[in-house]
Every structure is written in C-alpha cells, then in structure tokens.
C-alpha cells in the first residue's frame, strides 16, 4: 500500500510560480512512475506530467510543456511539480499519483492518487 500527500497549493498571480510537493509512504518507492493530473471545476481530470521510475523521462501536456517541470527524489520518497509562468486557466486541484507500470498519461494507469491541493491563478 502507498499513501500520497501533496502540498504546495495556493493562490498566485498569473505568470507567478508555485511548486507542488508530494511525499509517498512504503518501501517501493523507487519501483513507481508517478505523475500529475489536475482538475478544474465541471471538468474531467486531466494528464499534467508524468515520471518514469528511473526519471530517465519525463512527459508533459502540451498545455504546461515549457512551463512545468516534474521532478523526483528517490531518496526523500518524493515527487515535485514546479509550475511556471502561472496562467488563470491553470487554476484546479492538482492531484500526486503512482503506478506500478512504467509511465501513463491516463488515470486508469495509476494505483495510487492523493487528496489533491488546489492551485489558484488570479489574473
């Protein structure tokens, strides 16, 4: 079992930065992909980013490629999402998750999710 805490959310202003924090619970940390999705009110949950075990890769959505950058931490068991150049439509609840696979940009792929920390983005 995997527990996931994200933190980092907030209120910023458009073209403002954040960075997101997720630390992961158990063992297998180092044998996870892991990812980031987000969710706007009245929307589906969305692909962000994703990290493959070895962070030999990583994936972005073409709407933050540029501006966000996933990351790990093996040793810290934790995952980070640093989010650049803020845009109002960036505003959701950004939601930590892990997969036993190699990587995934669907949420069907992922084993394991947090609570989620929501990301605000005034303009």
């Known amino acids: 079992q995997v527990q996931l805490v994200e933190w980092g959310g907030g209120l910023v202003q458009a073209g403002g930065s954040l960075r997101l924090s997720c630390a992961a619970s158990?063992?297998?940390?180092?044998?996870?992909?892991l990812g980031w999705f987000r969710q706007a009110p009245g929307k589906e949950r969305e692909f962000v980013a994703a990290i493959r075990r070895s962070a030999s890769n990583t994936y972005y959505a073409d709407s933050v490629k540029g501006r966000f950058t996933i990351s790990r931490d093996n040793a810290k068991n934790t995952v980070y999402l640093q989010m650049n150049s803020l845009k109002p439509e960036d505003t959701a609840v950004y939601y930590c998750?892990?997969?036993?696979?190699?990587?995934?940009?669907?949420?069907?792929?992922?084993?394991?999710w947090g609570h989620g920390t929501q990301v605000t983005v005034s303009s």
């Open positions: 158990g063992r297998t940390f180092n044998n996870l992909a």
């Open positions: 998750a892990a997969s036993y696979g190699d990587y995934g940009f669907n949420i069907y792929e992922y084993n394991y």
